[in-house]
């Protein structure tokens, strides 16, 4: 192979693009994270997970080839049934021709991914499933849901509009959007519960009872937001 090493990353990221770029940040982050690298530098398991940190869903494995096969960035250290590991050729030379290729990123593009990542949204994601899941959503989950929808959502639909304006920023844009349609869903179902509450049964018109829904105690639940 002609160049070296960090030669041959500038290569990859130019024809690859933000994909080899994303790839590449992630698995030289595991690398830096990994204080035992017995089998390698990265797996493909901690790979993917890192990604979607970065709220990336695609498929590394074409990129890893072309790393790999085509520009001798890194190599395969150990390979099972269930297991992929490989080690940077030369790491140094990789995290150089990043440093000199972030430089050149633009600082609203570099504005969005630090707002991106300091807002944590894997863990919001996560917290909205689980409401969305939950049989029957307490006064306490309502509470959270409604300080989230007036404190962080805001954030995140104009981080959104701001990043679904880079092609550099899709992917986040995509999982921002993500976010915004589960809590949306939320709401829908906080709206048709009221809705539901509100309705007097069948036996409570006949026996001519008032039907208060602020009546109804609810257990104490652990806060969500």
């Known amino acids: 192979m002609i160049g070296t090493v ?24 595991i690398a830096e994270e990994n204080e035992n690298r017995e089998l390698g530098d990265f797996s493909y398991k901690q790979l993917v997970e890192k990604l979607e940190e970065l709220g990336i869903n695609y498929d590394p494995r074409m990129i890893l080839r072309a790393l790999e096969k085509d520009y001798g960035i890194i190599e395969t250290t150990y390979k099972s049934a269930n297991q992929h590991w490989w080690k940077f050729i030369d790491l140094e030379q990789t995290k150089l021709a990043f440093n000199n290729n972030d ?13 991106y990542n300091s807002l944590n949204v894997k863990d919001i994601e996560q917290k909205l499933l689980f409401l ?12 959270n849901f409604m300080r989230f929808s007036f404190e962080t959502l805001p ?19 995509e999982r921002l959007k993500k976010i ?8 829908m179902r906080i709206s048709n519960e009221k809705v539901d509450n509100k309705r007097p049964h069948k036996e409570e018109i006949s026996e001519g009872k008032d039907y208060d829904v602020n009546s109804i105690r609810l257990p104490n639940g652990e806060d969500n937001f």
């Open 155 to 173: 954030l995140l639909v104009k981080l959104y509009y701001k990043a679904s304006q880079y092609e550099e920023t899709y992917e986040i844009a």
């Open 103 to 115: 430089n050149d990123e633009e600082p609203e593009i570099s504005l969005i991914v630090i707002q």
């Open 6 to 29: 960090k030669d041959r990353t500038l290569e990859a990221i130019l024809k690859y693009g933000d994909k080899a770029r994303y790839i590449l940040k992630a698995a030289i982050n």
């Open 180 to 187: 915004i349609n589960l809590a949306r869903r939320i709401s």
């Open 132 to 143: 969305l899941r939950k049989p029957r959503l307490l006064d306490l989950d309502k509470k």
